[in-house]
């Protein structure tokens, strides 16, 4: 074996050492997390019906839990993809915008959060906000904006997407500065198509980036909080209690710590398995982009 | 070489350390030990008060050889800081809703002896500062303020209309259809009927004034689902149905009625006075054409419900008896009536001898104190627990009003599912 293999070989063993070293914490939690829900889950088995039980199977038994996670989930596969679909248009227009006028665009994401809530709560209000300002304008009815649940779940998506998708598209607007360029001149002598150009150029340098900021915003989206108890407080009825207002209620307004720390931990298997899926996404595009 | 020098820095190092401890020694005996004292106190919207207090607290401070670091928490922030200050391991003194503190008694101290040295000199507590601070007959916080909830009314509106401030509620409900004019953008009533705090007191009022209870008197029993409580329940509907009550009021925080009313979008809304507070600095005009009251009488009689603070020191504070002797300072009868008249009625005494000065008696806030002696602690009839303040502060009374507007249950049935959701906790 050269001196050159044996130093690789060596650089290797210490990286594998390291990610171990960083990975045992989180992997020990893993299985302490799996083993007080095994427990929680027996609990209920044992006793369906008691009265006195520990915060991770109160939190089993709630069926407001099961009702908030599935809102969650709702939440966030409905914000992630409209992300996308906004931001690479955005991100062409950022391309071809004036520089001194690029920074504008980024406004959304830097204002403070509790800012840009309050300022959407008053364009929603019902009595002389914005939006029914503008409707009486055109003779239409006001609406209830944030007093009725679809419209006020539509809302806190909206205000999500609306926030994050200028940083989406600031970020992608490098990645398609190549549009155009040389590599897509020469294939476009090669005869290929704009459709071939797209899937053989454009995406599989554009799909990594993709999955990263899919992987932030699905963890920015199952934990938001701000937003949500600033706008509705988690209502009107349930309608927008998703996780992060669910622990917090439970938290802070009921006085049971544990039962906010337990919603996360039972949601975290079902939030775990989105990530590794994600994350597995964006391994396989690393490796075709790399390709 | 090297393990010379490690000794002659070891060396040094203990030197430095006996002479520090010699010279912290030489400031005087222990009654000359300088005293830090934290406070965390609730910020209040009449700001004239926050100001008074830190003045109070620096100026005790400087007087007693002790150091105070004062922490204002936002109201926003109540919820979060309090529970924070609560589960941290440190801290000394501090203002909570009595409601939050009554449910960590654990994490507090027993301030009977407190009490009884401090009462003599003000005569006593109202009912619910008392309630709201005892559990089992010990004292767990000393009752300090209530924020007094009364019913606002454009006056100009009511004048206009030919009639008269009402003392039912069947007489307000007629007011708040008449005050209605769509074509103006003016509703009646203006109260959230979601999850803000302003609707919780709301409700809970007109459920004890049509004679409803959300718990037994033995503190156990459910009593939510019920004939009075649905009498309430559809008071509130048909004053929504009307019109009386903005469409949209289901997605109301706890700002908005305030907002409106100070926008002239609403005639009558029931609130904590720092309506008053900031119309008389922003707007002289409307608040010339303020009236407030008492909550009309429903048919069970007049009732009230207030949010109450009281003093708390930590189990494990080091400084408890340097805070008993801040408390002492602060619960002189003149300096309390003169926080009270700087407040312009944002808090309300709960000390009785506070409670008869005549800012309270003549002029505008008679009603601010009346709404304190009538009040009733969460979980009335019974006695205040752990699953009253859970459910109030859940707001799960209020679903109610959701699942009739938005999922068009009938208003029995909305109370039945509501019900079976606060028996969960009160089993729990």
Same mark, same amino acid.
Request: aromatic letters at 4%; charged letters at 30%; zero cysteines.
């Given at each position: 074996m050269t001196t050159t293999t044996a130093a690789r070989e060596h650089q290797r063993d210490r990286r594998r050492s390291l990610l171990l070293f960083l990975l045992a914490p989180g992997a020990a939690f893993v299985v302490a997390v799996g083993f007080l829900l095994a427990l929680a889950v027996w609990e209920i088995w044992v006793?369906? $019906? =008691?009265?006195?039980? $520990?915060t991770l199977s109160a939190t089993l038994r709630d069926p407001d839990f099961w009702w908030t996670l599935e809102r969650t989930a709702l939440f966030a596969a409905l914000v992630v993809p409209l992300k996308w679909a906004l931001a690479l248009p955005l991100a062409r227009i950022i391309r071809t915008a004036p520089e001194k006028l690029r920074w504008a665009f980024i406004l959304p994401w830097v204002i403070p959060p509790g800012v840009a809530t309050l300022a959407w709560f008053w364009l929603f209000y019902d009595v002389g906000g914005g939006a029914n300002l503008v409707l009486a304008k055109f003779g239409v009815e006001s609406r209830a904006w944030l007093g009725t649940p679809r419209s006020a779940f539509f809302i806190c998506a909206a205000l999500n997407v609306w926030r994050e998708v200028p940083l989406w598209a600031t970020a992608m607007a490098p990645s398609i500065s190549g549009f155009g360029g040389p590599l897509e001149h020469m294939a476009k002598l090669d005869g290929l198509s704009q459709r071939e150009r797209r899937r053989l150029l454009v995406r599989p340098r554009l799909a990594p980036l993709f999955w990263a900021l899919c992987l932030l915003s699905l963890i920015w989206s199952i934990g938001e909080f701000e937003t949500v108890w600033l706008l509705t407080r988690g209502g009107?009825?349930? =309608?927008?209690?998703?996780l992060s207002v669910y622990a917090f209620r439970h938290a802070f307004l009921s006085q049971i710590l544990g039962r906010g720390a337990a919603a996360y931990l039972v949601a975290l298997p079902f939030v775990a398995v989105s990530i590794v899926a994600v994350l597995t996404m964006y391994s396989s595009a690393v490796e075709r982009a790399r390709t | 070489m090297r393990v010379l020098s490690v000794h002659r820095s070891a060396i040094a190092a203990a030197s430095l350390a006996l002479v520090f401890s010699a010279a912290s020694g030489c400031g005087g005996g222990n009654d000359a030990r300088r005293h830090t004292l934290s406070i965390v106190f609730v910020e209040s919207w009449g700001q004239d008060v926050n100001s008074h207090f830190m003045k109070l607290a620096t100026d005790w401070g400087r007087q007693n050889n002790t150091d105070v670091q004062v922490d204002v928490i936002p109201i926003r922030e109540l919820d979060l800081k309090a529970t924070a200050w609560l589960q941290a391991p440190r801290g000394d003194l501090a203002l909570l809703p009595q409601n939050l503190a009554m449910v960590n008694t654990d994490k507090l101290r027993d301030l009977s002896a407190a009490v009884t040295k401090l009462e003599g000199s003000f005569g006593g507590f109202y009912n619910i500062g008392e309630q709201m601070a005892r559990l089992d007959g010990t004292w767990y916080n000393i009752p300090y303020y209530a924020w007094p909830h009364v019913w606002f009314y454009r006056k100009d509106l009511v004048d206009a209309a030919g009639a008269s401030l009402p003392s039912t509620l069947a007489e307000a409900a007629d007011l708040a259809k008449r005050l209605t004019d769509r074509k103006s953008d003016v509703y009646g009533l203006g109260i +959230?009927? +979601?999850?803000d705090e302003d609707f919780s007191m709301f409700l809970q009022t007109i459920i004890w004034a049509f004679g409803g209870k959300v718990v037994q008197a033995d503190g156990k029993t459910v009593a939510l689902n019920s004939p009075e409580v649905l009498a309430a329940v559809n008071y509130i509907m048909d004053l929504y149905r009307a019109g009386a009550i903005p469409p949209g009021a289901l997605g109301w925080d706890g700002a908005t009625n305030n907002n409106l009313f100070l926008g002239k979008k609403i005639a009558i809304t029931a609130n904590a006075l720092s309506i008053d507070y900031v119309a008389k600095r922003r707007d002289p005009t409307l608040y010339q054409a303020i009236a407030h009251s008492a909550y009309p009488a429903g048919p069970a009689g007049r009732f009230a419900f207030v949010q109450t603070f009281g003093w708390v020191i930590k189990k494990n504070s080091q400084e408890a008896e340097t805070a008993e002797r801040f408390l002492s300072f602060l619960y002189d009868d003149a300096r309390l009536k003169e926080l009270f008249r700087i407040g312009e009625g944002a808090i309300a005494p709960l000390q009785k001898s506070a409670g008869a000065d005549r800012m309270w008696s003549e002029g505008r806030y008679a009603d601010a104190i009346n709404s304190v002696e009538v009040a009733r602690p969460l979980g009335w009839p019974g006695p205040f627990t752990r699953a009253a303040a859970e459910v109030f502060n859940r707001r799960l009374v209020n679903g109610i009003f959701a699942k009739v507007i938005n &999922?068009?249950? &009938?208003p029995a049935a909305a109370i039945a599912a509501v019900t079976e959701e606060i028996r969960r906790v009160y089993s729990q």
């Open positions: 006793e369906p $019906s =008691a009265h006195r039980t $520990s009107p009825g349930n =309608a927008t209690e998703f | +959230g009927l +979601g999850q &999922d068009k249950e &009938d």
